[in-house]
Protein backbone atom coordinates (compact mmCIF):
# COMPACT_ATOMS: atom_id res chain seq x y z
CA UNK A 1 0.00 0.00 0.00
CA UNK A 2 1.74 3.27 -0.62
CA UNK A 3 1.62 6.18 2.11
CA UNK A 4 2.66 9.42 1.86
CA UNK A 5 2.97 11.26 5.39
CA UNK A 6 3.51 14.89 5.60
CA UNK A 7 5.19 16.67 8.93
CA UNK A 8 6.50 19.78 9.87
CA UNK A 9 4.06 22.10 9.45
CA UNK A 10 2.91 25.11 12.05
CA UNK A 11 2.47 28.66 12.90
CA UNK A 12 5.73 30.67 11.43
CA UNK A 13 6.05 34.59 11.44
CA UNK A 14 6.66 36.31 8.03
CA UNK A 15 10.38 35.94 6.57
CA UNK A 16 10.82 32.67 8.87
CA UNK A 17 11.53 29.36 7.79
CA UNK A 18 9.91 25.75 7.99
CA UNK A 19 10.97 22.46 6.40
CA UNK A 20 8.53 20.03 5.80
CA UNK A 21 9.23 16.47 5.18
CA UNK A 22 7.15 13.38 3.59
CA UNK A 23 7.88 9.73 3.90
CA UNK A 24 6.79 7.76 1.57
CA UNK A 25 6.30 3.83 1.80
CA UNK A 26 4.60 0.98 0.16
CA UNK A 27 6.37 1.30 -3.51
CA UNK A 28 10.25 1.62 -5.07
CA UNK A 29 10.90 5.04 -4.02
CA UNK A 30 13.76 5.44 -6.48
CA UNK A 31 11.30 5.20 -9.68
CA UNK A 32 8.65 7.95 -8.50
CA UNK A 33 8.82 11.51 -9.16
CA UNK A 34 7.26 13.26 -5.92
CA UNK A 35 5.86 16.73 -5.71
CA UNK A 36 4.28 19.28 -3.29
CA UNK A 37 0.91 20.68 -3.56
CA UNK A 38 -0.57 23.50 -1.20
CA UNK A 39 -4.28 24.41 -0.85
CA UNK A 40 -5.37 28.23 0.71
CA UNK A 41 -8.84 28.22 2.45
CA UNK A 42 -11.60 28.74 -0.28
CA UNK A 43 -8.86 28.19 -3.22
CA UNK A 44 -8.01 25.66 -5.61
CA UNK A 45 -5.23 22.90 -4.69
CA UNK A 46 -2.15 24.13 -7.02
CA UNK A 47 1.46 22.71 -7.65
CA UNK A 48 4.15 24.35 -5.65
CA UNK A 49 7.14 22.01 -6.40
CA UNK A 50 8.03 18.86 -8.28
CA UNK A 51 11.51 16.58 -8.08
CA UNK A 52 11.54 13.43 -10.72
CA UNK A 53 13.21 10.50 -9.81
CA UNK A 54 16.60 11.34 -10.79
CA UNK A 55 16.45 14.75 -8.79
CA UNK A 56 15.71 17.05 -11.02
CA UNK A 57 13.42 19.76 -9.55
CA UNK A 58 10.80 22.37 -10.61
CA UNK A 59 8.86 25.15 -9.19
CA UNK A 60 6.04 27.28 -9.99
CA UNK A 61 6.91 30.92 -10.04
CA UNK A 62 5.32 32.16 -6.56
CA UNK A 63 8.06 30.16 -4.75
CA UNK A 64 10.92 30.02 -7.06
CA UNK A 65 13.60 31.29 -5.25
CA UNK A 66 12.17 30.61 -1.42
CA UNK A 67 11.52 26.92 -1.68
CA UNK A 68 13.20 24.41 -1.99
CA UNK A 69 12.36 20.57 -2.64
CA UNK A 70 15.10 17.70 -2.74
CA UNK A 71 15.12 13.99 -1.87
CA UNK A 72 16.88 11.33 0.60
CA UNK A 73 17.00 8.16 -1.24
CA UNK A 74 18.48 6.65 1.68
CA UNK A 75 15.39 7.75 3.75
CA UNK A 76 12.59 7.73 1.48
CA UNK A 77 12.00 11.18 2.58
CA UNK A 78 10.94 13.97 0.36
CA UNK A 79 11.78 17.41 1.90
CA UNK A 80 10.56 21.21 1.09
CA UNK A 81 12.70 23.92 2.19
CA UNK A 82 10.69 26.80 2.60
CA UNK A 83 12.00 30.21 3.35
CA UNK A 84 11.35 33.73 3.28
CA UNK A 85 7.68 32.85 4.02
CA UNK A 86 4.61 35.54 3.80
CA UNK A 87 0.96 35.49 4.35
CA UNK A 88 -0.09 34.57 1.21
CA UNK A 89 1.87 31.19 2.02
CA UNK A 90 -0.45 30.19 4.27
CA UNK A 91 -1.97 26.93 3.24
CA UNK A 92 -2.22 22.86 3.71
CA UNK A 93 0.15 21.16 2.01
CA UNK A 94 0.36 17.67 0.45
CA UNK A 95 2.49 15.13 -0.67
CA UNK A 96 1.53 13.36 -3.62
CA UNK A 97 2.71 10.64 -6.43
CA UNK A 98 1.39 9.19 -9.29
CA UNK A 99 2.01 5.03 -9.70
CA UNK A 100 0.13 2.44 -10.61
CA UNK A 101 -1.89 5.06 -12.93
CA UNK A 102 -3.27 6.30 -9.60
CA UNK A 103 -3.05 9.49 -7.48
CA UNK A 104 -1.40 8.60 -4.16
CA UNK A 105 -1.85 12.18 -1.42
CA UNK A 106 -0.99 12.95 2.15
CA UNK A 107 -3.38 14.15 4.18
CA UNK A 108 -1.60 17.41 4.36
CA UNK A 109 0.27 19.59 6.52
CA UNK A 110 -0.72 22.86 7.79
CA UNK A 111 1.80 26.00 7.22
CA UNK A 112 0.41 29.31 8.81
CA UNK A 113 2.10 32.30 8.29
CA UNK A 114 1.19 34.97 10.92
CA UNK A 115 2.79 37.47 13.15
Known amino acids: QVRLVESGGGLVQPGGSLRLSCVVSGINFRIIAVDWHRQAQGKERELVATISSTGSTNYAEFVEGRFTISRDYARNVVFLQMNSLNPEDTAVYYC?????????WGKGSLVTVSS
Open 96 to 104: HTRAYGRDF
